[in-house]
């Protein structure tokens, strides 16, 4: 198990940037799959981005693509998630979570992740 806090949000104007990061305990962070979500109010989660353990495969949500980057730091067990660009449609609480793994097929799926942070809330005004 794998205890997931995350940090970096706020309020910013439309246009804006903001880099989000996810601490991870533990001795296994640098085997395991990591995964962003988003959740809107009245919405349902949303797969964000993920990576790979050794983050040479990213995978990125069509609404996200080209704006955000997920990379992470195995030496630092974090995961982090720069947003640019960014739009009213990006508001909402974002988590971390991890997996054994996933692949193009199975990042977006919630079920495929075992650990959650708390979340941290994203807010874009235009």
């Known amino acids: 198990q794998v205890q997931l806090v995350e940090s970096g949000g706020g309020s910013v104007q439309a246009g804006g940037s903001l880099r989000l990061s996810c601490a991870a305990s533990?001795?296994?962070?640098?085997?395991?799959?990591m995964g962003w979500f988003r959740q809107a109010p009245g919405k349902e989660r949303e797969a964000v981005a993920a990576?790979?353990?050794?983050?040479?495969?990213?995978y990125y949500t069509d609404p996200v693509n080209g704006r955000f980057t997920v990379s992470r730091d195995n030496a630092k067990n974090t995961l982090t998630l720069q947003m640019n660009s960014l739009k009213p449609e990006d508001t909402g609480l974002y988590y971390c979570?991890?997996?054994?793994?996933?692949?193009?097929?199975?990042?977006?799926?919630?079920?495929?992740?075992?650990?959650w942070g708390q979340g941290t809330q994203v807010t874009v005004s235009s």
């Open positions: 990576i790979s353990p050794d983050a040479v495969r990213t």
């Open positions: 979570a991890a997996s054994f793994f996933v692949d193009s097929t199975s990042y977006y799926r919630p079920n495929e992740y075992g650990d």
């Open positions: 533990g001795d296994t962070f640098s085997s395991i799959y």
